[in-house]
């Protein structure tokens, strides 16, 4: 009889992606389909949601078409997405306005608003801010990026929207919605609401000061269930459509920087991954809830029920090459293998990248400075420059940037963290692998079709949710593609130019009015 398979959806800022994923972490077949993000003058950015679920439904419809499976074969179905978005819905579950996304900054006034006072810590009013650390681990973000500050923007902003929402419902929330008709959100999901109690990780529910001080009524958030519940069968509309069996059993999920800690393999506590992806991030299960607010770490719940793992994230990373791709090396159009000709002619600069350096900070910081308004680019451009200084002047900025963040997350972790698991599409770049190795000073795992650890992670909690795996299992099915060890003398340099980055970023923050 053939082997039960996991139809995992993950819902990308930039592209969704389907795959059937079978109980062993094989992945049996895969598609992906583009969408567009809608980048607002005043710090907006936002997305359609019913533009998700078309662009969902074109890329399984290519599935069958491409991967033909027997529809009986498919055991579960599991999102992840993006975390800290808002859909803000009516009563029938139609979305009343495009959704706000993570990058979105419009919230930021209101925000700063709800947690100021005196007397004050880094804007923060004392007793609020150790009443959020004491229940959630963390605090709202200063920048606006969080969902809370997106629902004040809508109380403020948008009035009439805020009173017709019947819920605020995070991405993955909302594609539930629409596959089981279930008003569902996950403990680790909701947390960047800032709203609950994160101090019992089998029994998180809103806390009713918080709501007070956010002025948001509990009836308007949805109820909390462990990521590994099953919400219910695939609803017959949705069934016909993807041509499924109705009541295919779908599991509440995980946001994507959840599922990348499990698709990466690292399921122990302690065992580190680094995304690269549109952003980056360095992250690993730990054993305690514990907070660094000067440098916006802490340890929140994981997608691993009754786990807590480090959040952070680090705005672009895979953006800049997709920005230097675009906009300066192929602005006419860029060819399909575009990422193999700009990997092969940095292949060809010497480390350090002959002088000319890149600072990453594209849509400003979120770790380990918050300062949505500082801005990067190349420095120390010469004549002498071309194309491939500047391609690897972008993979080296990305990894020098990543370098700053892996001391504060080793600082709140307790130890040094190594191996590093490499995930996202980024980590398809042996020279990048080999550049990050390098600049961490850290042995750096390339992880097997790292681009799919998100949809693999999500697959595997759903095999756990449904009794095909145990955790413990889990990461021996994970597989590595290759070892890259730091080059001592590359090492060596990175080093000396990381002194020089953070001395960059002083000089922007000073001198951008914006930033201070």
Not at 54 to 65: D, G, K, S, V, Y
């Amino acid at each position: 009889m053939p082997q039960k398979l996991v139809l995992a959806l993950d819902l990308g800022t930039s592209a969704v992606k389907a795959a059937l994923v079978s109980a062993e972490s094989a992945l049996v077949a895969w598609t992906a389909e583009p969408h567009a993000v809608s980048l607002l003058p005043d710090g907006g950015a936002e997305q359609d949601p019913h533009a998700w679920f078309e662009t969902l439904t074109r890329a399984i419809h290519r599935l069958w078409q491409e991967h033909p499976v027997p529809p009986e074969q498919i055991g579960a179905i599991a999102c992840t997405a993006q975390w800290s978005g808002t859909v803000a819905i009516d009563e029938a579950g139609n979305p009343l306005r495009p959704a706000i996304i993570w990058l979105d900054t419009r919230g930021a006034p209101y925000v700063r608003e709800l947690i100021g006072g005196f007397p004050s810590f880094e804007g923060y009013h004392l007793g609020k801010l150790w009443t959020w650390l004491r229940l959630t681990g963390g605090a709202p973000g200063k920048s606006g990026k969080d969902p809370i500050a997106h629902i004040l923007y809508l109380k403020h902003a948008e009035p009439e929207t805020f009173r017709a929402a019947a819920c605020f419902l995070e991405p993955k929330d909302y594609l539930n919605l629409r596959l089981t008709g279930r008003l569902a959100s996950t403990y680790e999901a909701i947390t960047l609401h800032w709203l609950t109690d994160n101090r019992n990780l089998a029994r998180v529910d809103y806390h009713p000061t918080l709501l007070r001080w956010a002025g948001i009524p509990r009836e308007k958030l949805p109820p909390l269930v462990p990521s590994t519940t099953v919400l219910g069968g695939l609803v017959p509309a949705v069934a016909q459509e993807w041509g499924l069996p109705e009541g295919v059993p779908v599991v509440a999920g995980t946001p994507d920087l959840h599922a990348s800690a499990i698709g990466s393999g690292g399921v122990r506590d302690f065992e580190a991954h680094m995304a690269l992806s549109t952003s980056a991030w360095i992250s690993c299960h730990v054993p305690f809830k514990r907070t660094d607010i000067f440098h916006n770490l802490a340890t929140l719940p994981a997608g691993i029920p009754e786990r807590y793992f480090i959040a952070d994230e680090q705005e672009t990373a895979g953006a800049c090459l997709d920005f230097l791709r675009d906009r300066l090396l192929f602005s006419n159009g860029a060819p399909p293998d575009a990422y193999r000709q700009m990997d092969s002619w940095a292949s060809a600069i010497p480390p350090g990248s002959e002088g000319l350096m890149f600072a990453p900070w594209l849509f400003g910081e979120r770790t380990p400075v918050e300062n949505p308004h500082v801005r990067g680019g190349f420095y120390g451009v010469s004549l002498a420059h071309h194309r491939g200084h500047f391609v690897r002047a972008v993979l080296e900025g990305v990894a020098l940037n990543a370098k700053w963040l892996l001391r504060y997350v080793e600082r709140l972790a307790g130890r040094r963290l190594e191996p590093i698991r490499l995930i996202g599409g980024g980590a398809h770049s042996a020279l990048w692998c080999q550049i990050i190795a390098s600049a961490l000073n850290r042995e750096v795992w390339q992880m097997a079709q790292p681009q799919f650890a998100t949809v693999r992670g999500v697959a595997m909690l759903a095999s756990v949710a449904l009794g095909w795996n145990r955790w413990e299992t889990v990461a021996e099915k994970i597989p590595c593609q290759e070892v890259f060890k730091p080059i001592p003398q590359d090492a060596r340099l990175y080093e000396a130019l990381f002194r020089e980055f953070l001395a960059h970023y002083r000089h922007a923050r000073k001198h951008s009015p914006l930033s201070r």
